[in-house]
């Protein structure tokens, strides 16, 4: 899940940059949303799971949450943040990383998934091992390939920073830091991860001209051969399936290593296909670089097992899409994704 852009940052330009921030920070900034724009639902979208219960939202927790998210602090030699290898401009995804990127560059087994609309959730990550979004950051913050720290130690660090002190007591109103204000802090920057402005979102809110004509067709296609698992507007069913990509799963059980399920085997995640275009590679593992190549899979790839989704074991196992149809699928895959949110300020690297 995480990279390695902080390498070749002095480590002292950056203590000087959170410094600097956090002076910035006593300051009101008019781009940060308000507890009020938290609770804006988009309106073609079900109900969110994550309500921010006992984690009332404001702008200096949204503000903390984002410090945390990009501070290399939070690993186990200072080089790796969350913002490492969820990058805003790829969806909170990792673009062109087939796998994640950890501390003294080790590499993990899966793909980074997006981080967007986090809010309507019920598991997390690809095998759903974490069910509460404050829970989210614990497992890359403990995976030793990846952040390779431990919580009590993080939590200390943060203990010994006046800045983060005084930036915690702002929020929670308490002297000293713990490990439920730094899990809910986190929460209330990552729960703002809402993508619902690309043109497809301008379609069905009656913007006609918001989808090319090939665009239109391509949704079409969409909802005849895809929509079952990748349902609009989350563009995911939130399920877990097994979609042929292997006959055995030696290298990876996914779901059934969380539920020891025999029938879970092989199964991950239905991811969303939100900003799907801006966040090659794909599947689990990052085994393919393109869309077309999803696609491919889909129509002609695809390999029996016994887990095997039922929507896609056909006497030929998959889907049926003709070239013209990947074609417009492809156009249509486009117009999901919200250069809005990939590009929002509020979102950014604060250091």
Known sequence: MFGFWLLNRKYGL????????????CYPDPEVPTAVDLQ??????????????????????????????????LSRDGTVSCGTCHKQFAGFADLDHTVSHGIQDQLGTRNTPSLANLR???????????THLEL????????PVEMGESLSNVVRKLNRSPQYVKFFKKVF?????????????????MGQFVS?????????????????ATQVQG??????KCASCHTPGLFTDLSFRNNGLDADFKKDAGRQIITQLVADAGKFKVPSLRNVAVSAPYMHDGRFRTLAQVLDHYSQGVKKSTTLDPVLANAQPGIPLSPEEKQQLLSFLDALTDKKFITDPRFADPF
């Open 219 to 224: 949704l079409a296609v969409f909802n005849s």
């Open 196 to 212: 619902a402005s690309a043109p497809y979102d301008q379609y069905v809110q009656g913007k006609t001209n918001a989808l090319t």
């Open 173 to 189: 109103h308490q002297d000293s830091i713990n490990s439920q204000q730094l899990f809910r802090a986190m929460a209330q920057f």
């Open 40 to 73: 804006k639902n988009p309106a073609h979208f079900p109900e969110p799971v994550y309500l921010f219960t006992d984690n009332e939202p404001s702008q200096a927790g949204f503000e903390l949450g984002r410090q945390l998210f990009y501070d290399p602090l």
């Open 14 to 25: 950056i203590l000087a940059a959170i410094f600097l921030n956090f002076l910035a920070g």
């Open 120 to 130: 309507w959730d019920k598991s997390f990550f690809w095998d759903g091992g974490v």
């Open 136 to 143: 989210v950051p614990l497992a890359p913050i403990t995976n």
